[in-house]
Every structure is written in C-alpha cells, then in structure tokens.
C-alpha cells in the first residue's frame, strides 16, 4: 500500500497558502483502466470538494508531510488501510511569484 504520494511542480509554492487533498473517487470497476474517464469521474469532485474545510474525515490523507515554507515538491501522508480503487489527488496552489493553479491527477491503487 502507498504510505505517501508526491507532486511536482515546475516552480516552487507556497506550501502553507495552499490546499492539498486525496478523495477517493467513486469509478466502476471497468473505468480503473481507463485514465480519459477517470479523470472526467474526477472534475466534478475536485469542484465540489477543493473549497470544503473541515472534511479530514471524509479524505484519504494524513496532511501534507512537506516542511518547507516553499518548495517545487509536496508529500501528502495517506492514512493506513488504503482500499483497492482509484482516488483523486487536487491542490490549489498559490506560486511563489503570486500565481494560483488549480489541477489534479488520479491514481489507481490494486494491490499486488
């Protein structure tokens, strides 16, 4: 099981101004391989829950890991016990230079 997941941006950010976040995504079993749904199953949810506050119990990860005040690399812990699925990892940043973006990348854990 993944403990952690990584991402990497071409400029640092500015780690503390920005949210980071790991849902679950709710996929049929036959969209797993296919990354085009995945990531269309996604945008309504990084929509809907990027902006919440409070939702720690509804998320997979533990908090971002990263120390730094700045950084080009952010680590989100996953919390123990990571089912079988796909799941959506979404940030909005802001950059160093004043810049915000907004994005997102899935991931399909299957256990060996």
Known sequence: MPRSVTINFSEAVE????SFKVYPLEAPPEALGNFTQL???????????????????RRVDA???TTARTSKSV???LKPGLRPGAYVVMWKNLGVDGHTETDF???VYRPS
């Open 63 to 65: 908090g971002v890991t």
């Open 15 to 18: 780690v503390r101004l920005s």
């Open 75 to 77: 680590t989100l812990a």
């Open 39 to 57: 990531k269309r199953l996604a945008r309504p949810l990084v929509q809907r829950v990027l902006p919440l506050r409070n939702d720690a119990a």
């Open 105 to 107: 990348f899935v991931f």
